[in-house]
């Protein structure tokens, strides 16, 4: 287990067996309904078990060397069975985003609202009640438009469709697919970085930013609660990987999983302790979403600080 430095900055070591076996319990609960909630769900399905779910659902299968793109673009079978597809996508991504929204709220929020000390990054401050509905609303609305999208892909993918993903570990070799998976952690907190700097620029601040920092309290439903041309910015550069670069599934899987859970954590408002020695607690980005001008990331500090942009407390 780690605790947080008395600036409430850096993670530092406490290990507790027991605190361990707990927050281990329930990182997988929650790891469990995180993947639920995100829309691309299916999508990790599809890449893990394209195969098996060819043999269960009732698409039309193109080989995957067909000569022309385009010829099966125009047929449209490339996008065979689509509703399916987006169905199963849809639906259960919205109900795991809900179910562990209503679950956060109840336990901590409900339950414990009169300990806030005890488990609130910002104890003495409250989303109003539209701003909370504001979250909620926004929030699934960009749920739903991700997982409408991951259904697309899936879809596009179970029926040929070019994917550089592949599952035979000897595929490129050992050492390819050992350094490709710090490869893509890297790459996806870049992809989280460098655009949510960029989205501080002033002008983009006012048009587009701004919107996810009316919740200067953070709650779950925030974590999705933005402007959609930047929710869609962030969902195809971490998606791209899968058009462009040859990548084990189940690496590519696993890491976008691990910052999709900690997305959600660190948007939840909840002092939550990190168990990874290069993971900042939740307290790192709640500190953005209160300063705004620091702590600009989420699974790592080493972009921080390269560029000097991880919090300091004489700094306003």
């Known amino acids: 287990m780690q605790t947080t430095n008395k600036q409430g900055m850096e993670p530092t070591s406490s290990w507790n067996i027991w605190s361990l076996v707990s927050t281990g319990v329930f990182m997988v609960v929650v790891f ?4 639920a909630a995100r829309g691309e769900w299916f999508l990790v399905a599809t890449c893990l078990g394209k195969d098996f779910l060819r043999d269960v659902m009732p698409t039309f299968n193109v080989p995957v060397n067909s000569t022309s793109h385009l010829r099966h673009l ?10 399916i597809y987006v169905a199963f996508s849809v639906i259960p991504s919205l109900c795991g985003f809900w179910g562990i929204g209503i679950g956060f709220d109840f336990y901590f929020y409900k339950k414990r609202n009169d300990k806030p000390e005890q488990w609130k990054c910002q104890p003495t401050r409250w989303l109003t009640k539209p701003n909370e509905w ?4 926004l929030g699934s609305t960009n749920m739903l438009i991700g997982s409408v999208v991951s259904g697309v892909i899936s879809c596009y993918i179970m029926n040929g469709g070019k994917c550089t993903l592949y599952t035979r570990s000897d595929a490129y070799g050992w050492a390819y697919l050992l350094l490709s998976a710090p490869a893509l952690f890297l790459y996806n907190g870049a992809v ?8 501080h620029i002033p002008f983009l601040y006012r048009h587009v930013h ?16 933005m402007h959609t041309l930047e929710f869609l910015v ?8 899968v058009f462009v670069v040859p990548l084990h599934a189940v690496v590519f899987v696993t890491i976008l999983l691990y910052g999709y859970y900690y997305d959600l954590m660190d948007h939840s408002g909840i002092k939550i302790d990190s168990v990874w020695p290069w993971q900042p607690s939740t307290m790192f980005h709640d500190d953005h979403h209160r300063h705004t001008h620091c702590n600009f990331g989420l699974n790592t500090i080493l972009f ?12 306003k």
């Open 74 to 83: 125009l047929m449209g079978t490339w996008f065979k069975d689509l509703p």
């Open 134 to 137: 504001h979250a909620f609303l």
């Open 192 to 199: 989280i970085y460098y655009p949510h700097r960029m989205f």
């Open 210 to 225: 701004k919107v996810h920092h009316r919740y200067g309290s953070p709650t779950l439903y925030t974590a999705t609660a």
């Open 304 to 315: 921080y600080r390269f560029h000097g942009t991880l919090r300091r407390t004489n700094r």
């Open 234 to 241: 962030y969902q195809i550069l971490l998606m791209l990987p």
């Open 32 to 35: 469990v309904l995180a993947t």
